[in-house]
């Protein structure tokens, strides 16, 4: 049972952690709390489904059409929709979560309120600690490392990523530096929904999907970040295995109470934060002034 809590909580922590990532970039550098973030990852899972299974593209192809068209979408939402609105945080708010109610009914009048689930993009299985591991699991662990990594490399090591984070500590001083702040954030947010795009083309073989299927993911990935603390990295991926853990011990201790893993995972968050306001790397918030 250790191995599996293991494995399983590696696997949903990793997929948490491509989501709170994108969220928490977008956040960070744009300001903007981007409610149709988890939107974006459901298309993703359509987009694949469609391109592979209904089209019958090989997977390499359909992987790469899938993160590029989401990616171009995210791009265009924000050129058109976000950035017009970007001094408005009420706007935003409500643009961003009326953008996701827009794909998701596209989404059942296309193809219906059905489940479904994609093909696996690498097909087999192996025995670790006693444990049944397909190796797309596998493929989903090594590719969170990897790109986790890389997004650390292109943040702290690269001219754009340097551009990113001094838009993100003072995007007013950042363009008197001669940054271009406008295509600074047009980058983050192509970035931040590539992220969701790639976490749901890594899980989409695994967990079912269906037109709805990004209300549940949002109140997670919102949760974590509030957990991790606002527009920190750091922060999102470890407050992303933490609630992945609190869930999966309650799918495995407590099979019977499985529908209250949301429950418990969101309490495993207010206890953090009834300790620690600002969330584990984030601000604590100022006393408000009168």
């Not at 949903?12 to 960070?28: D, H, K, M, P």
């Not at 591991?133 to 969170?144: E, P, S």
């Not at 079912?208 to 991790?228: K, Y």
Request: aromatic share 8%; hydrophobic share 60%; net charge neutral.
């Amino acid at each position: 049972m250790i191995a599996a809590i293991i494995v399983s909580t590696l696997a949903t922590g990793g997929v948490y952690a491509l989501l709170a990532s994108g969220l928490s970039l977008i956040f960070g550098v744009a300001h903007i709390v981007n409610l149709a973030h988890t939107a974006f990852y459901m298309v993703a899972a359509y987009f694949l489904w469609f391109f592979a299974q209904q089209l019958g593209l090989n997977p390499v192809a359909s992987v790469a059409i899938t993160i590029s068209g989401v990616t171009l979408l995210g791009l265009l939402s924000y050129q058109f929709l976000l950035n017009r609105v970007r001094q408005h945080p009420q706007a935003l708010l409500l643009i961003t979560i009326a953008l996701a109610m827009v794909f998701q009914e596209i989404l059942v009048l296309l193809f219906g309120s059905h489940f479904h689930t994609s093909p696996a993009l690498i097909d087999g299985s192996t025995q670790i600690l006693g444990i049944t591991v397909t190796y797309q699991r596998l493929l989903l662990l090594g590719a969170v490392v990897v790109i986790m990594v890389g997004l650390w490399l292109f943040l702290s090591k690269t001219k754009l990523g340097t551009a990113i984070r001094a838009t993100a500590n003072d995007a007013e001083i950042a363009n008197l530096m001669g940054i271009s702040v406008p295509r600074t954030l047009l980058v983050t947010m192509g970035i931040g929904t590539a992220l969701a795009a790639v976490a749901s083309v890594l899980i989409a073989s695994v967990w079912v999907f269906h037109p709805f299927a990004w209300v549940n993911p949002l109140t997670m990935v919102l949760a974590i970040v509030v957990l991790g603390g606002l527009g920190s990295l750091k922060g999102s991926i470890i407050g992303a295995f933490i609630i992945a853990l609190a869930e999966t011990l309650v799918v495995f201790l407590l099979p019977e109470q499985g529908y209250m893993k949301m429950a418990l995972a969101l309490l495993a968050m207010i206890i953090v934060l009834a300790v620690r306001p600002g969330g584990l790397f984030g601000i604590v918030f100022e006393e408000e002034r009168l």
